[in-house]
């Protein structure tokens, strides 16, 4: 049973894009897409310092677009969805993204074209950008702790469990006025990580993104996946693509599960995961949740062998019974 995942904003480093572009075909592929997006896609991923790529409108469609370069060098052309899988789609059991990484999943599922996904959440980005721009918020990791006691400790903080990750990791989000009273008095045995990131995504605070959102997503004609496909929402099976691309719009402002993920990973019986660049976040958390699931983390072209191995050798049929949404 193989997983493919693809992670979030905060996985993206200055260059990471840098050796994919010398794989044939693809620094056209990124000048197009470049295109697309309205933004030099080449230059921010090879030669744009940490602040730059750390602008979310920058961020999102620059980990997309690399997280779809990787996946069509692992698993042939995302062009054409299509029941009749093409090339080493059809070995692949499960696809699932880490917030922003949920559009590189619905390219892979064949849920949006490449160019349909990197258009949507290039306006996804900006949303967000100007949504973080009008109060002053942010996210911090919070890590160990009693997961009740953590939870219980951000609702009185008046804070938003923005990112579940499982794995005794959570991110709140807020204000910077509420998470500075948050880490006075944190939770018992729990370790506190500011994130630098822009804003508290996944909040109330990101509700100006939301129609914006939705307003470009109407224009889209999504198919149903031809992968199996989780949502962030609640970590189920989504068979519907007017559905998932519902799902997208709401996720903008709603918190990602992904420790319910995780666990449908598991219940669906997945023997080894492999995360899109720029990677190791995800292989990172599902270490500890999926003991004795093989991982790879795609970081630069020579992962592609071991991934393409991988694909090959664990693609299977369901172990277990998802409910689907």
Known sequence: ??????????????????????????????AAWSEVVGLDLVRYGTTADAEEIR???VAQPLLVGAGMAAASAILGPLSSPSPALPTERSHVDVVAGHSVGEFTAAAVAGVLTPKDALALVAERGRGMAEAAARTETGMTAVLGGD????????AAAGLTPANDNGSGQIVAAGTVEQLAAFAENPPARARLRPLSVAGAFHTEHMAPAVERVRAAAASLAPSDPVVRILSNADGA???????????????????????????TLADL??????????????????????????????KTPDDIDRATALVKEHAGTPAGTVQEG
């Open 55 to 57: 602008d979310t409108a």
């Open 147 to 154: 997961r009740e006691q953590v939870l219980q400790a951000l």
């Open 269 to 298: 019986g997945v023997t080894a995961l492999v995360e899109l660049t720029p990677a190791g976040t995800l292989t990172g958390l599902a270490r500890r949740a999926l003991r004795g699931v093989e991982l790879l983390a795609v």
């Open 1 to 30: 049973m193989l997983a493919i995942v693809a992670p979030g904003q905060g996985a993206q480093v200055p260059g990471f894009l840098s050796p994919w572009l010398e794989l044939p075909g693809l620094a056209e592929q990124f």
């Open 237 to 263: 099976v989504v068979d519907s693509g007017a559905r998932y691309l519902e799902r997208l719009v709401s996720q903008v402002s709603s918190p990602v599960r992904w420790d319910a993920c995780t666990q």
